[in-house]
């Protein structure tokens, strides 16, 4: 399996090469069975089992086996394992602190489903002691954060897999829309558009103390210290059972300082297709616009005015600019999913349907048979851990590595700054940094609360 990505076996090869003769060490597990033995399973942990955490591990326990887990609130942590052992008849080992879990010689690989305030320092750390990372979307909170774990990966040579699994599954419809695209399709792309939804803003929500067998400070680790916040009704459906309103479980997707709203939330998924139908994937966009927006709560120079609320935007519509003067709208408006739009025609996609006239035609006229598998770089695996494990095996970068991760989540995160300003930005996508604007560099990184560096 050779995935297209910017940093294959040829380029890891390269690295350990000027690294040896540089002195550095790349650090590997001593108990390496992935790399190792192609027969044998390797060994994973999860950190962060909560929703995501377990959606992760259930789908991998048929190709890893889970020796320990890690999370700061110990009722999801006694949950979890129990689903575990009724599904494998094992139990991990279970911790609070996720360092005792990079301590273990025997893990090969953590998978990473923290709250996104967390991704950054878990995955340096991990990969500083020896370990490969599937780490959930997306994969930071600010742009220079991407930057950190670029210059790690390649420091270390570890085999880095995002979650951004359309990649790789949901019956292969976006990669078959990219296919009906490079096959000329639509003729040339015109315009695309990343329906994301909206979000809902939230009442006033009252400070009280935290819920048992939670620890609240490690679960804000580099976040800003604040109270914990809940109120009386309860969640339902997909991460239910836990406080609708509140500043953790589920609800810290709705709050700048713990992720990025539904711009980070869903755009981390449409707006990843968008830009490799796009060829943009090492590159990116010159100049992003705020076209609309709400957001819940008042803003003075970027910031939230109150702390007690939802902050993260409700409604929006953004123009983004990409190579080739082709616009990009991201909406919370219409259908969740991405309307391509050609010179010859246009079709839609989402994880439940592939849609539209180009669609009809493959019926008399289908795609080559290895069309797919040329998007994809090769045959397309079973789900998005095997894809994780066959680039550790082979010592190469899975389908979604982190470069072309952080290229399209600089458009996600740029947005965020354009709404928080409330002003057009112009990108440089060489150097990386925002044209003519200090105030709106300021935002491209940010200080972690002190105590919750990270470990380099």
């Known amino acids: ?68 887990f890690a999370d700061v609130d110990a009722n999801v942590l006694g949950t979890i394992n129990e689903k575990l052992e009724k599904k494998t008849g094992k139990k991990a080992e279970g911790y609070k602190d996720y360092r005792e ?47 950190l774990i670029e210059k790690i990966v390649k420091r270390t040579g570890r085999v880095f897999q995002v979650g951004t699994m359309q990649r790789t599954e949901n ?43 939670l620890d609240w400070d490690m679960w804000l680790g580099p976040a800003p210290k604040v109270p914990y916040r809940a109120g009386t009704e ?32 869903w755009g981390a998924h449409h707006v990843d297709i968008a830009t490799w139908a796009l060829g943009a994937s090492e590159t990116g966009p010159d100049k992003v616009t705020p076209v609309s927006y709400s957001l819940p709560v008042e803003y003075k120079d970027g910031y939230p ?11 929006f519509e953004i123009h983004v600019n ?15 999913g991405i309307l391509f739009e050609g010179t010859k025609g246009r079709f839609f996609v989402n994880r439940g349907r592939l849609a539209g006239k180009p669609v009809e035609d493959l019926e008399t006229n289908p795609l080559p048979e290895d069309a797919v598998e040329k998007v994809y770089g090769g045959p397309v695996s079973e789900n998005h851990t095997a894809n994780f494990i066959e680039g550790m095996r082979a010592r190469e970068q899975p389908i979604s590595d982190v470069w072309t991760h952080n290229r399209m989540l600089e458009t996600c995160h740029l947005a965020n700054i354009a709404i928080r300003l409330g002003r057009e930005l112009n990108w440089d996508p060489t150097k990386r ?24």
């Open 234 to 265: 309860m969640r339902r459906g997909y991460g239910g059972g836990v406080p609708l309103y509140t500043n953790c479980h589920y609800a810290w997707r709705n709050w700048y300082e713990t992720s990025g709203g539904q711009m980070n939330d």
């Open 171 to 213: 019956q292969h419809r976006f990669l078959k829309a990219i296919a009906l695209i490079r096959e000329g399709r639509i003729g040339e792309i015109r315009k695309v558009t990343c329906g994301i939804n909206g979000a809902t803003g939230s009442p006033v929500i009252p400070a009280i103390d935290p819920p048992e067998g």
């Open 101 to 147: 879990v990079l301590d273990r010689k025997d893990i090969d690989a953590v998978m990473i489903a923290a709250p996104d305030h967390w991704h950054t320092k878990i995955s340096v750390e991990a990969m500083l002691a020896g370990k490969d990372v599937y780490c959930e979307k997306p994969l930071t909170l600010t742009i220079d954060e991407g930057k």
């Open 305 to 315: 005015t109150v702390s007690d609320q939802y902050n993260s935007p409700t409604k």
């Open 1 to 68: 399996m050779k995935p297209q990505t910017r940093f294959n076996r040829r380029d890891f090869l390269q690295t350990a090469t000027a690294a040896t003769a540089a002195g550095v060490f790349i650090g590997t597990s001593s108990a390496s069975h992935a790399q190792d033995s192609p027969n044998e399973r390797p060994v994973f942990a999860t950190i962060g089992l909560r929703n995501q955490g377990w959606t992760i591990t259930d789908k991998s326990t048929k190709f890893a086996d889970f020796a320990a």
């Open 322 to 336: 990409m190579p080739g003067d082709i616009p990009m709208i991201i909406t919370s408006e219409g259908d969740n």
């Open 433 to 456: 940094e925002i044209i003519g604007d200090d105030e709106a560099n300021s935002f491209l990184s940010r200080e972690s609360r002190k105590g919750y560096e990270v470990n380099m």
